[in-house]
Each structure stands twice: as C-alpha cells, then as structure tokens.
C-alpha cells in the first residue's frame, strides 16, 4: 500500500494518463492513478469514435477551438512519432439552405486563411440525378 504520493490522479482515462505522461516527462516520479475499474480506458475514452476534430464549430477564434485544432496536431504528431496509422478521410458537411450555405462558405474562408488546411466546396448538384 502505498502510504504518500506526489501526485494523484483521479480516473484512468485519456486525460488522465496524458495528464501522468507529461508529468513524467517533467520529472515527477511518484504519481499514482486511481481508476474504479479493473481496467483503464473502460468509459468514454474507450468509447471514443477515434475522429480528431479540428473545432470548426466552436466560436471563432476561441480558445476551445485553438486548443481543439492544437491539439488534433500533436495528436497526430505523437501518432507518427510511434508508428501509429492516422488515416484523415476529410469530413463533409452539408448546409440545408441557403443561410447554413452563407455560414458555411464564411467558415472554409476562415479556415484556410487561419489553418492552413485544404477545403473544397461541392455543390448538391454534383451527387443528384441530372434531369433533362
């Protein structure tokens, strides 16, 4: 039993031993996790649906989608760094009418002048049945 820790952690997860990862790394050495499971990575981390976002739908600019894309970097990064297949099949998204058409053409502006990433626009007249 271990009596004294310099560290604890509440909960086995993602954010938890990413939490202990980087402390590691800074040179702490007496960390102890607690996890109410017999296994780690039982809830939502083990649950995840694997995609990184980039936060194109939090507010502009903010910190939620600064941290969100930075963190879909290092992610990746940490992926190649390990040999760890990243497979980025790009995401579609579909405005309904003309205003969600109007936001949508705002937001690839913004991200390609902020980002840097590739956006490309297809129109729905592309994937319907052509009629004559």
Known sequence: MIDRVDVLII??????????RELLKE????????????EIGKHASGRNSGVLHAGIYYTK??????????GNHLMKDYCRQKNIPVFETGKVIVAKNE???????????????????EYKYHSAHQYLPHQD
């Open 61 to 70: 600019d903010s910190l939620k989608a600064k941290l969100c894309l930075k």
């Open 11 to 20: 909960g086995g997860g993602i954010i938890g031993l990413t939490i202990a």
């Open 99 to 117: 205003e969600e058409t109007k936001v949508l053409f705002h937001q690839i502006r913004h991200l390609r002048q902020h980002h840097g990433h």
């Open 27 to 38: 040179g702490y050495d007496n960390i102890a996790i607690l996890e109410k499971e017999k």
